[in-house]
DNA sequence: CTGAAAGCGCTTACAG
DNA sequence: CTGAAAGCGCTTACAG
């Protein structure tokens, strides 16, 4: 055991009476090795024996890369969207021996620089990602993936008559942002509505009622908001109250990625809910660089309460 | 330069003509040595100039740790306490040459281990730790701390008239909720006013509303909520709203740690807004073992709004 | 079937 | 003032 009390590959080397070399053969199971059941089974009783554990730094510096991935989060995680995503690239990774660490609100690119020079990880990954490759949509996103999740809160409310919708923005741009206008745009094309109209719905709760009543005067043949996210479609809800307008009598309002605040507004809100556990699956695998076979992405649902 | 790609340590050395000890001696600053200005110069030079960058594994491989920090996460990131803290962690950590990196929802002790194992971090922390140790708070924590926040909470209602208070908290026990309780009571007991009631607001809101019905029903004289965190003081007001009861004229509602939320509900939301920025940099200098002179924590300040 | 050796890139006694 | 050497703990050609 070295100075550190750290039990090394060397210790159960000598435990078991082989070399280093057939040590860590055995251990990592090393398919073009042939060794005899009885050494491995020696082998594998010394590091158990010892409570052998592999320096991951010492096998990354040989390795050129450890068995860590970083998700670089730019954004709140009070979405159903990032919990799950997040606990599905989690529990992927531990099962393929790997860690996930996150960080937040550092992915601009010398940050994500010195995480590489200083850990090496196996790959760094953003959240949301994916969804915003400036690529076209496949039709597989329009079936179960972002695309798809876009139409379904823009059908919700042409399913209950709307017409005329606004889409309600933040008021400043998430890497999101283009990608999701271009899907909410198509999919009311798609389902013969006329062009969305945007109104971008600040902070604090005035400057939102005031954006809000200005948007209205222009646009009085809206009928529905559709928001980017819940917390935009709660901006949304307290700026219609302070109006003293009607929700969803005089505007109906759809939130976006399920927050835990929704079913506590008045009224409560509907919103898409959004399960991205897969998706953090998908992610892990391709970050491996193995298959993913049979993984596909959960296509979201309507949580109806009263805002529509 | 390695077949990797990356300019070593070798490097530098050969384009700088001196050994690679030397090299690490002059970017290392190693006070233990006198390198002649002329040649640390040229090693500066040299390094700036082939863009070398230390490898952090390999120099943790050495060091026995490398220069990152873990922080556990284990509840929601909503309110200003968690993302202040962890601002201030970051940056303090980036000014002292370390980066921070987040897990989630996994401070289980294997899994500890297992991060350990994996990079080697100069520290594992925990979010709120340090406002959860088992020990008695210090006259300190009652100055600047989570006493101190937790009687500010308490002793806004007071100044409000209330004198029947009871402690609204969340249906499962986070770690901080014992010491929470504890800090609460005593903060009532100073204050001269009777213990403190306790009603467990859950999930969903129907559930919520019914757990209050009840406890009113056999609490009558209780005219004021102090919630455990604006999350429940949310739970709360829309449980009064569903009872028909008014805030804060039937019953006050105070919240704790804000969130971008409690402005947006109806009423808004009363709350304690804390700023732990600095206890994220004194976190950053304990990991570190350095010291803290001059940085005392940030007292809580209340938000006033509309439910008190 | 197994072992001796090289090497990942760094830091730091130690010797000059 | 500077350099040669050891060593952190691992993996993997290579040789037997």
Do not use: C
């Amino acid at each position: 055991m070295g100075r550190s009390g750290r039990v090394t590959l060397t210790d159960v080397a000598k435990a078991s009476g082989v070399s280093r070399a057939t040590v860590s053969f055995v251990l990592n199971d090393d398919p073009r090795q042939t060794i005899s059941a009885a050494t491995r089974e020696r082998v594998m009783e010394a590091a158990q024996d010892l409570g052998y554990v592999p320096h991951g730094i010492a096998r990354a510096l040989r390795e050129g890369s450890s068995r860590i991935v970083v998700l670089n989060v730019d954004w709140g995680m009070e979405g159903n969207f990032s919990r799950s995503y997040v606990r599905g690239l989690d529990e992927e990774l531990a099962e393929h021996d790997h860690i996930l660490l996150v960080r937040h609100g550092h992915s601009i690119p010398e940050a994500t620089q010195k995480v590489l020079d200083t850990i090496a990880p196996r790959a760094v990954l953003r959240l949301g990602e994916a969804y915003m490759r400036g690529d076209e949509p496949t039709e597989d996103d329009w079936e179960n993936g972002f695309a798809a999740n876009a139409a379904l809160q823009i059908g919700y409310l042409a399913d209950h008559g709307h017409t005329r919708i606004a889409l309600a923005m933040p008021d400043h741009d998430f890497p999101l942002t283009e990608a999701r206008l271009g899907f909410s745009q198509e999919a009311a094309r798609r389902r013969g509505l006329p062009p969305l109209e945007r109104i971008v719905v600040p902070r604090p709760r005035e400057a939102g009622a005031a954006a809000i009543r200005a948007f209205l005067a222009a646009h009085p043949d809206v009928t529905a908001l559709a928001a980017f996210d819940d917390d935009i479609a709660q901006r949304s809800l307290a700026a219609l109250r302070d109006l003293g307008l009607r929700v969803p009598e005089d505007m109906a309002v759809i939130g976006f990625d399920e927050t835990e605040y929704g079913s506590l507004s008045t009224p409560a809100l509907t919103t898409v809910h959004i399960d991205a556990e897969v998706l953090g699956r998908i992610a892990a695998r391709n970050a491996l660089g193995i298959g993913t076979g049979g993984l596909a992405p959960v296509p979201g649902r309507i949580v109806a309460r009263a805002s529509v």
